[in-house]
Protein backbone atom coordinates (compact mmCIF):
# COMPACT_ATOMS: atom_id res chain seq x y z
CA UNK A 1 0.00 0.00 0.00
CA UNK A 2 3.10 2.41 0.45
CA UNK A 3 4.14 1.63 -2.78
CA UNK A 4 0.65 2.37 -4.25
CA UNK A 5 0.45 5.77 -2.33
CA UNK A 6 3.94 6.67 -3.79
CA UNK A 7 2.70 6.13 -7.16
CA UNK A 8 -0.55 7.51 -6.75
CA UNK A 9 0.66 10.61 -5.92
CA UNK A 10 3.59 10.75 -8.81
CA UNK A 11 0.94 9.63 -11.12
CA UNK A 12 -1.47 12.91 -9.83
CA UNK A 13 1.34 15.05 -10.11
CA UNK A 14 2.09 14.05 -13.59
CA UNK A 15 -1.84 14.42 -14.48
CA UNK A 16 -1.40 17.83 -13.20
CA UNK A 17 2.16 18.99 -15.23
CA UNK A 18 0.33 17.57 -18.72
CA UNK A 19 -3.12 19.35 -17.95
CA UNK A 20 -1.36 22.42 -17.77
CA UNK A 21 0.90 21.36 -20.79
CA UNK A 22 -2.89 20.74 -22.58
CA UNK A 23 -3.84 24.34 -21.44
CA UNK A 24 -0.78 26.17 -22.21
CA UNK A 25 -1.24 24.59 -26.15
CA UNK A 26 -4.80 25.22 -26.11
CA UNK A 27 -4.33 29.10 -24.94
CA UNK A 28 -6.16 31.59 -26.56
CA UNK A 29 -6.85 35.13 -25.85
CA UNK A 30 -10.62 34.38 -25.34
CA UNK A 31 -10.20 31.47 -23.13
CA UNK A 32 -10.67 32.12 -19.53
CA UNK A 33 -7.25 31.51 -18.50
CA UNK A 34 -5.75 33.29 -21.88
CA UNK A 35 -8.00 36.33 -20.40
CA UNK A 36 -6.40 36.04 -16.83
CA UNK A 37 -2.94 36.25 -18.13
CA UNK A 38 -3.19 39.09 -20.56
CA UNK A 39 -4.54 40.96 -17.70
CA UNK A 40 -1.77 39.72 -15.61
CA UNK A 41 0.79 40.88 -18.30
CA UNK A 42 -1.46 44.47 -19.01
CA UNK A 43 -0.78 44.81 -15.31
CA UNK A 44 2.72 43.85 -14.99
CA UNK A 45 3.68 46.23 -18.64
CA UNK A 46 1.74 48.88 -16.35
CA UNK A 47 4.01 48.30 -13.37
CA UNK A 48 7.27 48.36 -15.19
CA UNK A 49 6.42 51.19 -17.17
CA UNK A 50 5.07 52.88 -13.94
CA UNK A 51 8.47 51.65 -12.10
CA UNK A 52 10.69 52.90 -15.08
CA UNK A 53 9.09 56.29 -14.74
CA UNK A 54 9.68 56.69 -11.19
CA UNK A 55 13.49 55.22 -11.72
CA UNK A 56 13.77 57.77 -14.52
CA UNK A 57 12.62 60.34 -12.81
CA UNK A 58 14.65 60.03 -9.52
CA UNK A 59 17.24 59.76 -11.16
CA UNK A 60 16.21 63.11 -13.35
CA UNK A 61 15.61 64.66 -9.77
CA UNK A 62 19.33 63.04 -8.56
CA UNK A 63 21.02 64.83 -11.72
CA UNK A 64 18.45 68.08 -11.56
CA UNK A 65 19.71 68.16 -7.96
CA UNK A 66 23.46 68.10 -9.02
CA UNK A 67 23.58 69.85 -11.92
CA UNK A 68 21.86 73.15 -9.22
CA UNK A 69 25.21 72.41 -7.26
CA UNK A 70 27.36 72.66 -9.83
CA UNK A 71 25.50 75.49 -11.43
CA UNK A 72 26.14 77.40 -7.56
CA UNK A 73 29.45 76.02 -7.15
CA UNK A 74 30.22 77.71 -10.75
CA UNK A 75 28.71 80.72 -9.75
CA UNK A 76 30.19 81.11 -6.33
CA UNK A 77 33.43 80.41 -8.57
CA UNK A 78 32.80 83.01 -10.93
CA UNK A 79 31.85 85.31 -7.96
CA UNK A 80 36.12 84.28 -6.56
CA UNK A 81 37.36 84.81 -10.06
CA UNK A 82 35.76 88.20 -10.40
CA UNK A 83 37.25 89.02 -6.86
CA UNK A 84 40.43 87.80 -7.45
CA UNK A 85 40.76 89.59 -10.69
CA UNK A 86 39.94 92.72 -9.56
CA UNK A 87 42.16 91.96 -6.76
CA UNK A 88 45.04 91.54 -8.94
CA UNK A 89 44.08 94.32 -10.89
CA UNK A 90 44.29 96.69 -7.39
CA UNK A 91 47.83 94.92 -6.95
CA UNK A 92 49.20 95.73 -10.54
CA UNK A 93 48.15 99.43 -10.17
CA UNK A 94 50.22 99.50 -6.08
CA UNK A 95 53.11 97.77 -7.65
CA UNK A 96 53.10 100.39 -10.95
CA UNK A 97 52.93 102.76 -8.13
CA UNK A 98 55.23 102.26 -6.24
CA UNK A 99 57.75 101.21 -8.98
CA UNK A 100 57.34 104.90 -10.05
CA UNK A 101 58.07 105.76 -6.16
CA UNK A 102 61.02 103.85 -5.77
CA UNK A 103 62.37 105.31 -9.82
CA UNK A 104 61.93 108.98 -8.47
CA UNK A 105 63.40 107.65 -5.61
CA UNK A 106 66.40 106.25 -7.33
CA UNK A 107 66.73 109.27 -9.08
CA UNK A 108 66.93 111.45 -6.00
CA UNK A 109 69.77 109.22 -4.46
CA UNK A 110 71.59 108.93 -7.48
CA UNK A 111 71.42 113.39 -7.63
CA UNK A 112 72.10 113.49 -3.85
CA UNK A 113 75.35 111.00 -4.06
CA UNK A 114 76.39 112.91 -7.18
CA UNK A 115 76.03 116.73 -4.38
CA UNK A 116 77.63 114.75 -2.08
CA UNK A 117 80.46 113.41 -3.87
CA UNK A 118 80.99 117.24 -5.64
CA UNK A 119 80.88 118.73 -1.54
CA UNK A 120 83.34 116.21 -0.43
CA UNK A 121 85.57 116.87 -3.36
CA UNK A 122 85.46 120.83 -2.54
CA UNK A 123 85.57 119.68 1.20
CA UNK A 124 88.82 118.25 0.37
CA UNK A 125 90.26 121.00 -1.92
CA UNK A 126 89.42 123.74 0.83
CA UNK A 127 91.16 121.85 3.73
CA UNK A 128 94.24 121.23 1.48
CA UNK A 129 93.72 124.88 1.05
CA UNK A 130 93.81 125.97 4.64
CA UNK A 131 96.42 123.10 5.58
CA UNK A 132 98.20 125.00 3.28
CA UNK A 133 97.58 128.40 4.74
CA UNK A 134 97.75 127.49 7.81
CA UNK A 135 101.79 125.63 7.15
CA UNK A 136 102.42 128.75 4.96
CA UNK A 137 101.48 130.98 8.11
CA UNK A 138 103.00 128.73 10.60
CA UNK A 139 106.45 129.07 8.71
CA UNK A 140 105.82 132.53 8.29
CA UNK A 141 105.28 133.15 12.49
CA UNK A 142 108.39 130.55 12.51
CA UNK A 143 110.56 132.84 10.56
CA UNK A 144 109.34 135.87 12.64
CA UNK A 145 109.92 134.11 15.69
CA UNK A 146 113.17 133.28 14.57
CA UNK A 147 113.93 137.09 13.26
CA UNK A 148 112.58 138.30 16.54
CA UNK A 149 114.74 136.07 18.65
CA UNK A 150 118.21 136.98 16.58
CA UNK A 151 116.99 140.79 16.69
CA UNK A 152 116.89 140.27 20.69
CA UNK A 153 120.21 138.67 20.45
CA UNK A 154 122.02 141.06 18.28
CA UNK A 155 119.97 144.38 20.40
CA UNK A 156 121.97 144.92 23.55
CA UNK A 157 124.59 144.98 21.30
CA UNK A 158 123.42 147.36 18.73
CA UNK A 159 122.30 149.47 21.71
CA UNK A 160 125.64 149.92 22.93
CA UNK A 161 126.89 150.55 19.67
CA UNK A 162 123.96 153.04 19.65
CA UNK A 163 124.99 154.67 22.83
CA UNK A 164 128.32 155.29 21.46
CA UNK A 165 126.66 157.35 18.34
CA UNK A 166 124.46 158.81 21.13
CA UNK A 167 121.38 157.67 20.10
CA UNK A 168 119.50 154.65 20.79
CA UNK A 169 116.94 152.59 19.01
CA UNK A 170 114.00 153.81 20.38
CA UNK A 171 115.16 157.56 19.31
CA UNK A 172 115.17 156.66 15.47
CA UNK A 173 111.80 155.43 15.90
CA UNK A 174 110.68 158.44 17.52
CA UNK A 175 112.19 159.72 14.60
CA UNK A 176 110.28 157.81 12.25
CA UNK A 177 106.93 158.83 14.52
CA UNK A 178 107.34 162.31 13.68
CA UNK A 179 106.87 161.78 9.82
CA UNK A 180 103.47 160.86 8.37
CA UNK A 181 102.75 157.12 8.42
CA UNK A 182 102.72 155.28 4.88
CA UNK A 183 99.70 153.59 4.02
CA UNK A 184 99.67 150.19 3.61
CA UNK A 185 97.62 148.09 2.26
Known sequence: AVVSTQS???????????????????????????KKLMGKCRMLIDENEELGRQLSQGRVAQLQAELALQKSANEEM?????????????????????????????????HTQEKLKQTS??????????????RSQGEE???????????????PGRRKKDKNKGKTKEGKKSKHRDREPKETE
Open 121 to 134: EKLEKEGKKREELE
Open 141 to 155: EEKEKRRRASDEDEE
Open 8 to 34: TGELQGKLEKAEEELNAWSFTPDSVTG
Open 78 to 110: QKNVEEMTNFVLQLDEEVEGMQATILHLQHQLK
